[in-house]
């Protein structure tokens, strides 16, 4: 397929020819080159209004890509802020009073945490602790509370769950948080009536700043109902590296606590806004953007959690015949974690041992380790095969291979050949600058930086992500925490 002059320069390197760019989506896609992801978004979606007829396919897959690369990046940034915040929140509850004192917004947190990542039972402790030894009335005795009830409601404990939401009081953020709890138990249409019912229509108006945790609500709430402009516009009202609550302890030690769930609610927006806007390139007309626009839609709703539509999409795509062959061997790999994520984990398995060393291609092998990596599913053929395939390449063609591999042994908790392979495939001589390296990649080389102790490593990383992504600081803090728990001394890592 003959290779032009594209708007997404990513689709550039899958052979998907476009037409050549007017400036503003030239300029959207330079950003989104650079991994200048937010800038990008910004840009492209005030393009997107003024994009003339002809231009108007090209605009949405532009901010779709975008939207897309944000969705990752925030799903990243949410798995190692939860990793590092349950260590700093278990060290916070568990100091001696002669140190540095008991927190008593820990456990508060720490629930919160343990919720966001499906652990139940922990959750349901911490929530209970704060909420029995927390006097009752404030804001986050009664976020604890509606949190609460979704833990007993996903432990079909429903009477106990309603016994408590009934509870909650009549305000807008409190109601807010409610019907997000609602939508997270399951309770969409119960959650939704609420929302459109006695949220919406309090709501402050658009002028006045809204705080962390009532944004958070709204996010998952807009981007649920697919009300993708209402989410842009909630998330224009907040500052991202806001905290939820400072707390003095006896030591005179302050400690800003955050929001855990609010980086999932950014990759629930960005996911869910890269599916529209998908489908509208993939509906538009437009030949030539269609298997592209097909092809990135299911990565969206795989992001999106919907891995039954990512099926769909993922067979139309295979059975109209048409895109480069490295990438209808990739959409093959997504159709079996698609069938792994809705019940039969076999399928990506049996893939796998389809894979034959003799056909098999760096980028088509960096695939599957990414996607077994994610899924924890071991693939030690897999791996050996990448192993020899990496010492045959030169140094620019293994890059990706490497960076797949390295990212495989990280979620296998493997954190010494993690390390090794992360490091090889940053850009050496600017080794944190996002505009040079996968901000994805990053975030991965700082956990395994991170679980190996190099604490200074992982926040000089951090420091510099920080610089286009402010939710960042809520891992630097928690990480900084850590640090300084570990060696003793407040003075050894610092947020600058």
């Known amino acids: 397929m003959k290779k032009t002059i594209v708007v997404v320069l990513t689709l550039l390197s899958l052979g998907f020819g476009v037409h050549a760019a007017e400036d503003p989506l030239q300029q959207g896609m330079k950003l989104y080159q650079k991994h200048h992801y937010t800038d990008a978004a910004r840009v492209l979606h005030g393009y997107l209004a003024q994009a003339d007829a002809g231009q108007k396919a090209q605009a949405q897959m532009s901010f779709g890509m975008v939207c897309l690369a944000n969705a990752r990046l925030y799903g990243a940034l949410h798995n190692a802020a939860t990793a590092v915040q349950v260590d700093y929140y278990r060290k916070l509850v568990n100091t001696a009073k002669g140190d540095a004192g008991d927190s008593r917004m820990a456990p508060f947190f720490l629930g919160q945490v343990y919720l966001e990542t499906g652990k139940l039972a922990e959750a349901q402790h911490w929530l ?75 709501l402050p108006t658009s002028s006045r700043r809204l705080d962390i945790l009532t944004v958070r609500a709204l996010l998952q709430m807009f981007a649920q109902a697919g009300r993708i402009e209402q989410g842009f516009e909630t998330l224009a009202r907040i500052d991202l590296k806001a905290f939820v609550h400072e707390e003095t302890m006896q030591t005179d030690k302050s400690v800003r606590f955050y929001d855990p769930a609010l980086l999932d609610r950014l990759r629930q927006l960005y996911a869910r806004t890269a599916v529209i806007y998908f489908k509208k390139a993939d509906q538009s007309g437009n030949d030539k953007l269609r298997p592209a626009a097909r092809y990135f839609l299911a990565d969206a709703y795989l992001l999106a959690e919907q891995p039954a539509d990512a099926r769909q999409v993922l067979d ?159 891992i630097q803090v928690a990480l900084q925490g850590v640090y300084a728990m570990e060696q003793r001394s407040a003075g050894d890592a610092k947020i600058f």
């Not at 003799?358 to 897999?382: D, F, M, S, T």
């Not at 045959?392 to 293994?398: F, K, M, N, P, V």
């Not at 992360?422 to 505009?435: H, P, T, V």
């Open 128 to 202: 209970e602790k704060f909420i029995t030894t927390h006097l009752a009335g404030d804001r986050l005795y009664t976020e604890a509370q509606i949190a609460l009830g979704t833990v007993y409601h996903l432990q079909q404990k429903t009477e106990k769950a309603g016994q408590l939401w009934q509870a909650i009081e009549d305000t807008p953020n409190a109601l807010a948080a409610l019907a997000a709890a609602y939508n997270q138990a399951g309770l969409t249409g119960k959650g939704q009536a609420l929302f459109d019912g006695q949220v919406r229509p309090r």
């Open 316 to 474: 139309r795509f295979l059975e109209a015949a048409k895109g480069p062959r490295t990438y209808r061997q990739r959409a093959t790999v997504k159709q079996a974690v698609c069938d792994a994520r809705l019940g039969a984990p076999q399928a990506l398995r049996k893939m796998l041992s389809r894979v034959n060393g003799k056909k098999a291609r760096p980028v088509l092998l960096g695939e599957i380790l990414l996607e077994c990596g994610q899924n924890r599913i071991e693939c030690p053929q897999v791996v050996q095969l990448a192993r020899t395939l990496l010492a045959q390449l030169d140094d620019r063609s293994a890059v990706g291979l490497t960076v797949a591999l390295g990212s495989y042994y990280l979620h296998h908790q493997q954190y010494e050949p993690a390390l090794t392979h992360l490091e090889a495939g940053r850009d050496k001589s600017r080794k944190n600058r996002i505009d040079a390296n996968p901000p994805v990649m990053l975030i991965h080389l700082a956990q395994a930086y991170y679980r190996s102790k190099q604490f200074s490593e992982a926040l000089e990383i951090y420091f510099e992500m920080s610089k286009q992504f402010p939710a960042v600081r809520q």
